[in-house]
């Protein structure tokens, strides 16, 4: 269970996208950099997370009264954005000239790259069907592959953009981005139906 949920939170913070936002990074950024922002950026992502996985239900309820319904048709139409654009332009954001590097790593990398709606939806979901504990150990492990990617992103990118992969690849990876989104809403849409 442990493994299958890790798998599915891997594919939704989707490990690919951060190597094409590394290897965006301007020459100017050195190794120490790029390790703060994938540092920074996935501390970040995971206390967002876990809190999410402990109250999200509860906060949505009582403070917002969302229903977690709502939450899964709206963000997986925000993911199916996400991925619209980078099936259609091949990137999943564009780095402005004036953001300062370690900006990067809180937005848009920690949010909504890692910790997006498709991720604090399915952790709200997983803590609902399964005990904390293998949701928190999905999630770290998740979490440590992608930081892994994140390292060895500009190492990973070189042959890739060397061959012109990077933009195939990114419009394949937009295309399961997409799928994904639109399968949440169809769980939204689908919880909302089983409510009447």
């Known amino acids: 269970m442990i493994i299958n949920s890790a798998l599915f939170l891997t594919a939704l913070i989707n490990p690919i996208s ?9 020459e100017s950024a050195s190794m120490k950099d790029v390790e703060k922002i994938a540092l920074r950026s996935s501390l970040v992502a995971f206390a967002m997370l876990i809190v999410f996985a402990l109250g999200g239900n509860l906060l949505f309820k009582s403070v917002f009264h969302i229903e977690l319904y709502s939450f899964q048709s709206v963000g997986g139409f925000v993911v199916f954005f996400y991925g619209f654009m980078a099936l259609r332009q091949g990137v999943f954001f564009e780095v402005s000239s004036q953001q300062k590097l370690l900006d990067l790593s809180i937005v848009p990398i920690a949010s909504p790259l890692i910790a997006g709606p498709a991720t604090i939806t399915a952790v709200i979901t997983l803590s609902a069907e399964h005990h904390i504990s293998t949701v928190i150990i999905a999630l770290a492990l998740a979490l440590g592959l992608n930081l892994v990617a994140m390292l060895l992103s500009r190492v990973i990118a070189k042959p890739l953009i060397k061959f012109n992969v990077m933009g ?23 919880s909302f139906v089983q409510t009447l």
């Open 18 to 26: 951060k190597i094409a936002v590394i290897s965006m990074l301007p």
């Open 168 to 190: 195939a690849l990114i419009r394949i990876t937009g295309l399961f981005v997409a799928s994904i989104g639109v399968d949440m809403m169809f769980t939204g849409i689908r």
